[in-house]
Nanobody
């Protein structure tokens, strides 16, 4: 079955960096659009970044310039490099896979907690 397993979350001070990883299995990884979402405390889940099978990237405006999404189709892994972290970036970060851009998520990871202290 399909599995998306996130790792790399943790506690970091404001201004610091973290790199999240999401290892995928059970799907033809290279053909999927991969996304990172996050859910901040008390808020709805929101899209953070998207990378298509061709490597085109898209970011939510507030994250652009600080976050970078990338993928390794050999390792079946998608990454989220997060720099200049702020306390408001504290959230559970989820990896997601979609067969087609803009058509909704087919598979979700279990999430990884990121906590940014001030």
């Amino acid at each position: 079955q399909v599995q998306l397993v996130e790792s790399g979350g943790g506690l970091v001070q404001a201004g610091g960096s973290l790199r999240l990883s999401c290892a995928a299995s059970g799907l033809t990884f290279g053909s999927y659009v991969m996304c990172w979402y996050r859910q901040c405390p008390g808020k709805e889940r929101e899209l953070v970044a998207t990378i298509t099978s061709f490597g085109n990237t898209y970011y939510t405006t507030s994250m652009k310039g600080r976050f970078t999404i990338s993928r390794d189709n050999i390792k079946n892994t998608v990454y989220l490099q997060m720099n200049s972290l702020k306390p408001e970036d504290t959230a559970v970060y989820y990896c997601a896979a979609s067969q087609k851009y803009g058509l909704g998520v087919d598979y979700w990871g279990q999430g990884t907690q990121v906590t940014v202290s001030s």
